[in-house]
């Protein structure tokens, strides 16, 4: 059994930086790609990014590119998001998520299996 922890949510003014992390239990985090996905009161849950098992490729979601930064630390069984110029439309509960596979960096909830509990991000304006 996979266990996700997320840590490092918290409240932050707009403009701000944050950096989630994500810990994985188990000996195979380096065989699998990972994801953050968020979900806001009131609103499905959608994909934020993803990276690879070995980190050569990341993908995100069109808002948050060129402020958020996917990243993965495989000595550490860990996956980083390293979120800046946070606006309070990024509040949500973020979670992060194993998929399936190891290549594939997908927006697609269905491809990832485990799931971690989430952390809060609040941005106030």
């Known amino acids: 059994q996979v266990q996700l922890v997320e840590s490092g949510g918290g409240l932050v003014q707009a403009g701000g930086s944050l950096r989630l992390s994500c810990g994985a239990s188990?000996?195979?985090?380096?065989?699998?790609?990972m994801g953050w996905f968020r979900q806001a009161p009131g609103k499905e849950r959608e994909f934020v990014a993803a990276?690879?098992?070995?980190?050569?490729?990341?993908y995100y979601k069109d808002s948050v590119k060129g402020r958020f930064t996917i990243s993965r630390d495989n000595t550490k069984n860990t996956v980083y998001l390293e979120m800046n110029s946070l606006k309070p439309e990024d509040t949500a509960v973020y979670y992060c998520?194993?998929?399936?596979?190891?290549?594939?960096?997908?927006?697609?909830?269905?491809?990832?299996?485990?799931w971690g509990q989430g952390t809060q991000v609040t941005v106030s304006s």
């Open positions: 990276i690879s098992w070995s980190g050569g490729n990341t």
């Open positions: 188990g000996r195979t985090f380096s065989r699998y790609a």
């Open positions: 998520a194993r998929d399936q596979t190891s290549y594939r960096t997908s927006w697609f909830a269905a491809h990832y299996d485990y």
